[in-house]
């Protein structure tokens, strides 16, 4: 049975600054993915990580995957108040059940 | 373009009472179709799933059930609300084919039992 673990749960961090969120998975995933929550609101997809080593980046935000370790990173360059959210982590283990960390949330201070 | 419908937004219940939350998908055919829940400030869970119509895995044994009964129509029923079944109620969707390798979520629905 997939489990997803992420840490911190919580992160607050200074703008301008770095910061790296880890997601660990407890057996074979295919797939990776990192999603977006304001509060209030649903999730919104950000990457989709397909193979070991995929890295994707947008904006300040940049997400990897090493499958060997079972761990995906996602990672704040300079961080900005627009991007104080929750993120989540989630694998698929191949049987259409996609499995949720339990989220970081992130807030931003100016 | 597909999109996903999910209502209501909002709902307050008193504990007891009968509950039925609809998602219906729009763009797209044979889609995977899932039901999750959130408590407040709590990550997601996962309740419910259906890879075609008449199709559902239980997840999490409790007093919800789901049902598939078109396609694109996903619904989410309980005959008598317990205080714990409070929490934002998404529905989300994915691809058969997993040629789009994501889950697409609906505006969720915020539950309070009361």
């Known amino acids: 049975e997939l489990k997803v673990e992420q840490n911190p749960l919580f992160l607050s961090m200074q703008e301008g600054k770095n910061y790296t969120i880890y997601c660990n998975y407890s057996t074979t995933s295919d797939r990776l993915y990192w999603y977006r929550q304001d509060p209030g609101k649903s999730l919104e997809s950000l990457f989709v990580?397909?193979?070991?080593?995929a890295v994707k980046q947008e904006g300040r935000l940049m997400a990897s995957l090493d499958t060997k370790a079972r761990l995906s990173t996602l990672h704040i360059t300079a961080a900005v108040h627009d991007l104080s959210a929750t993120y989540f982590c989630a694998g698929d283990s191949g049987t259409y059940k996609y499995i949720f960390g339990t989220g970081t949330r992130l807030k931003v201070l100016a | 373009s597909q999109t996903i419908h999910q209502w209501p937004a909002t709902l307050v219940q008193p504990v007891g009472s009968p509950l039925s939350l609809e998602c219906t998908v729009e763009?797209?055919?044979?889609?995977?179709l899932y039901w999750y829940r959130q408590a407040a400030g709590r990550g997601l869970q996962l309740l419910f799933y259906?890879?075609?119509?008449?199709?559902i895995s239980s997840e999490v044994p409790q007093n919800l059930s789901a049902s598939r009964p078109q396609d694109r129509q996903f619904i989410l029923s309980s005959k008598k609300l317990l205080l714990s079944d409070s929490g934002f109620y998404l529905c989300?969707?994915?691809?058969?084919?997993?040629?789009?390798?994501?889950?697409?979520f609906g505006s969720g629905t915020q539950l309070s039992v009361l």
């Open positions: 763009g797209t055919s044979n889609p995977n």
């Open positions: 989300a969707w994915s691809r058969r084919d997993r040629t789009n390798e994501k889950l697409f």
């Open positions: 259906s890879v075609g119509i008449g199709q």
């Open positions: 990580l397909l193979s070991n080593g």
